[in-house]
């Protein structure tokens, strides 16, 4: 059964650094484009960030210059490098697989102080 | 960037037909499709039709994609009580290099 598993959010301070991961499960990530999408608490759908399958990336003019998605092959994971967080960042965070096929959970990242 | 629009919410009878429109331009919509998604509180999204008006499997035959120019449409016949949720279209803009999404349209299923 394919699975993502995202991780790594929690509460950080305005400025500061996260690293979130999502573990691919029953397929292999560099054979599909993987998505970063986020939503703010009530709010709607936001699309982050993606890494097609030959390794060009895209990101939201949000997040751009901020945050950095990449992944590994060997561990089948990607990853979003989120810097200089603010607090409109805060959202779960979803993984998502090509259109929306296959989502996360989710994963929470408060930016407050 | 500008996303899609997509009215914010719809009210619709039991085992009525409902109609979900999501507007966009010849750039995203009108040039690759759009996929509708549905999300119930508290619960990550869940694809309902592939950009190509596709579903995948397990979706039930009670959704339906379409397209027409840059306007794509969901519709949801037989309207059920697990149907009340969260409903967003989402594509590829090529001018934008980004993924653009709907506002979302809230269903309530009366």
């Known amino acids: 059964e394919v699975q993502l598993v995202e991780s790594g959010g929690g509460l950080i301070q305005p400025g500061g650094s996260l690293r979130l991961s999502c573990a691919a499960s029953e397929f292999t990530i560099s054979d599909n484009y993987m998505s970063w999408v986020r939503q703010a608490p009530g709010k709607g759908l936001d699309w982050v960030s993606v890494?097609?399958?030959?390794?060009?990336?895209y990101y939201a003019d949000s997040v751009k210059g901020r945050f950095t998605i990449s992944r590994d092959n060997s561990k089948n994971t990607l990853y979003l490098q989120m810097n200089s967080l603010r607090a409109d960042d805060t959202a779960v965070y979803y993984c998502?697989?090509?259109?929306?096929?296959?989502w996360g959970q989710g994963t929470l990242v408060t930016v407050s102080s | 960037q500008a996303g899609l629009t997509q009215p914010p919410s719809l009210s619709k009878g039991l085992r009525q037909t409902a109609t979900l429109t999501c507007t966009g331009n010849s750039n995203n919509v009108g040039n690759q499709g759009a996929a509708w998604l549905q999300q119930h509180q508290a619960h990550p999204p869940k694809l309902l039709s592939h950009r190509d008006n596709n579903r995948p499997s397990g979706i039930s035959e009670r959704f339906s994609a379409s397209r027409s120019g840059n306007t794509a449409s969901l519709t949801i016949s037989g309207l059920q009580p697990e149907d009340e949720a969260d409903y967003y279209c989402s594509a590829w803009d090529s001018s934008l290099s980004a993924w653009v999404f709907g506002g979302g349209t809230k269903l309530t299923v009366l």
């Open positions: 890494i097609f399958r030959g390794g060009n990336t």
């Open positions: 998502a697989r090509d259109d929306g096929r296959y």
